[in-house]
């Protein structure tokens, strides 16, 4: 099977890294929507047509089944998402519920921290799945914008990372036993996040992912397979800095625009006014 795995740029790679270990017979296509990054300060309204778009060109790309590797997308996009895949028998993925499975597993207290971007907090798919899924649960919602472009820059270690993970975080330190890394870009900086909330067990979604996705589709057959990446911007920033990300360089990267979809993964149309 050929696997769509999406995120809004880079940070998804540290989820495709780990699917390309757990599914080694799976052909791999990655989307990073570069042109359109950042979807953690965007509306949800925004997210959900550009996950749409997205997803659309992916199933254009005859995809089995997508994986959503971002938690700002799976917050506000997972239920249009798996409903225009739906429609045409392609499953959705997403990394908010493997996360919360993963906290549950390793946490001591109840006393879980959720740390991600602006929409993944406001959106409140951590807190609600953690909420229903354990009756005891205190969940602390921390959002922590700059952490993304600290990552993006490779700024990962030092004291300007120290610094702003102290600062987001310096105030849990007591409050939580288990932090959940809810944002794809923020595994590159857990020394500094780890340094922030000493005794605090990280929890990074990718590897629950992997494993859901593992037991639904199986690690695949092709012995050949491919791992092709998709960008609608700027090819040669996506190599340098995914490396960073990947673990090693992508290769076969292609620029692609992407047209707005029609049919199942038309965006709703919508009705906000200035
Ligand atoms: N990949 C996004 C996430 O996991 C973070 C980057 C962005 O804001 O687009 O939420």
């Known amino acids: 099977m050929r696997i ?3 995120d809004s740029g880079i940070g998804g790679l540290t989820v495709l890294r780990t699917l390309a270990d757990a599914l080694p017979g799976h052909d791999l296509v990655y989307l990073g929507d570069t042109a359109r990054v950042p979807y953690g300060t965007r509306s949800p309204q925004t997210v959900i047509r550009y996950s749409l778009r997205v997803a659309s060109y992916l199933y254009e790309q005859d995809v089995g089944a997508i994986v959503i590797a971002c938690n ?20 959705v993925f997403g990394v908010v519920t493997p996360g919360v499975s993963a906290a549950l ?14 929409g993944t907090i406001a959106g409140g ?6 909420a229903a899924a354990h009756a005891g649960v205190t969940v602390i919602p921390v959002a922590c914008p700059l952490l993304v472009p600290l990552a993006e820059e490779g700024w990962v270690t030092g004291d ?5 993970a102290e600062h987001y975080l310096g105030g849990l330190r ?38 859901v996705v593992l037991k639904e589709l199986g ?20 190599k340098r800095v995914g490396a960073t990300f990947f673990g090693t360089e992508p290769t076969h990267v292609t620029w692609v625009d992407l047209p707005e979809p029609s049919g199942e993964f038309a965006a709703p149309s919508r009705t906000d006014t200035a």
Not at 85 to 91: F, L, R, S, Y
Not at 105 to 118: C, F, N
Not at 221 to 235: A, M, P, Q
Request: one cysteine or more.
């Open 4 to 6: 769509g795995v999406f």
């Open 160 to 164: 300007v990372p120290r610094g702003v």
């Open 105 to 118: 597993k390793v946490h001591k207290t109840g006393a879980i921290a959720i740390l991600g971007t602006e």
């Open 125 to 130: 798919a951590y807190q609600r799945g953690l």
């Open 219 to 238: 690690p695949g057959d092709d012995t050949n397979r491919s791992i092709r990446f998709l960008v609608t911007d700027h090819v040669e920033r996506f």
């Open 72 to 91: 700002t997308a799976t917050t506000w996009a997972m239920d249009a998402l798996q409903r225009a895949g739906q429609a045409v028998g392609v499953p």
């Open 174 to 211: 007591g409050q939580v036993d288990t932090a959940i890394l809810g944002c794809t870009h923020y595994p590159l900086l857990s020394s500094v996040i780890a340094e922030a909330l000493p005794d605090v067990t990280l929890v990074d979604s990718a590897q629950e992912t992997a494993n």
